[in-house]
């Protein structure tokens, strides 16, 4: 898995054109997984794209409410004129599956809408910026999504909550069919570092 979409080859994804839900079949085999960051620039009347050096990102998708996403920026100082230039943008992550002939399939996983970035500045990494972007994610039509390789399940409060293998196509409101059990999902959390791949879902 390779986080920092700078290192990644191919054809680049035009963020601010691709906006559409991708529910295409995920691959059964691939060569690994990768995840590009992008901040549009389009409503600042910008041509392009900027694409961001993630190092890691956490959601927490809404149906109701703002979703919020969280990203991390190591030697952010480079980009900081061309952020400030995309005020208005959206920050999307991309997940993006990598097959044996080089070719790579892409699913949006989140998008908000731009709201504040934090810089720090100290030790190895030098400085590190975190952007944090708000903003409605709920799709107009929902979709029936099956997962796969639970391995976390808890009922509280009435309410199911599972740990499975991310699926990028799944958006709250969409009905998790999981090892026989179906429910309509209310949240989901990511949590994504070079160690790390979390995601969890609770229900309506």
Known sequence: MVINGGVINGTAINAASSSGRNLEALPRMWVATRYRCYLTGE?????TDLELPISSFQTRLRLTGDTVL????????AYIDAIEARSSGML??????VMFDGT???????EAAFDEITTHT????????VLTARGPFAPNITEIIALTTPIY?????GKRRYRCELDPRLRPGDTALINGDE????TIIHI???KTTIMEISEV
Do not use: C, H, N
């Open 153 to 157: 399940y808890s009922f509280s409060g």
């Open 122 to 129: 100290g030790g190895r990494a030098g400085s590190t910026g």
């Open 104 to 110: 790579t399939l892409p699913f949006l996983m989140v």
């Open 43 to 47: 409503a600042d009347g910008l041509p």
């Open 92 to 97: 999307q992550v991309w997940r993006e599956y």
């Open 183 to 186: 429910l309509v999902v209310d």
């Open 70 to 77: 969280t990203t991390v920026i190591k030697g952010v100082d």
């Open 192 to 194: 994504v570092d070079v």
